[in-house]
Nanobody, 123 residues
Framework: QVQFVESGGGLVQAGGSLRLSCAASGRTSSSYIMGWFRQAPGKEREFLAG????????DYADSVKGRFTISRDIAKNTLYLQMYSLKPEDTAVYYCAAVFPPGNSDPVGWDYWGQGTQVTVSS
């Protein structure tokens, strides 16, 4: 059993930055791919970025490429999403998740999820 707790969400002005954290506990595995998703009201859950825990290779959705950076601190068992140049359309609940390789961008296939943290970008 793996548990994730997201933090760092909040209200930020357009053009601002925010750093989200996802603390993992329980039976974590270095074999996981970790990722970030978001879901706005009335919309489907959207893949944002993924990272292999052991190797550190990354993958980004086109919508956030160049603005968001996914990273992890292995010693702290924590996943991060650094977000720059935030736009009102980035407003959503942001979730961290884990999947056994190979994984893909479809949220249906991901095995473990956090509770989410709200990000609101004002204009």
């Amino acid at each position: 059993q793996v548990q994730f707790v997201e933090s760092g969400g909040g209200l930020v002005q357009a053009g601002g930055s925010l750093r989200l954290s996802c603390a993992a506990s329980g039976r974590t595995s270095s074999s996981y791919i970790m990722g970030w998703f978001r879901q706005a009201p009335g919309k489907e859950r959207e893949f944002l970025a993924g990272i292999s825990w052991s190797g550190g290779s990354t993958d980004y959705a086109d919508s956030v490429k160049g603005r968001f950076t996914i990273s992890r601190d292995i010693a702290k068992n924590t996943l991060y999403l650094q977000m720059y140049s935030l736009k009102p359309e980035d407003t959503a609940v942001y979730y961290c998740a884990a999947v056994f390789p190979p994984g893909n961008s479809d949220p249906v296939g991901w095995d473990y999820w956090g509770q989410g943290t709200q990000v609101t970008v004002s204009s």
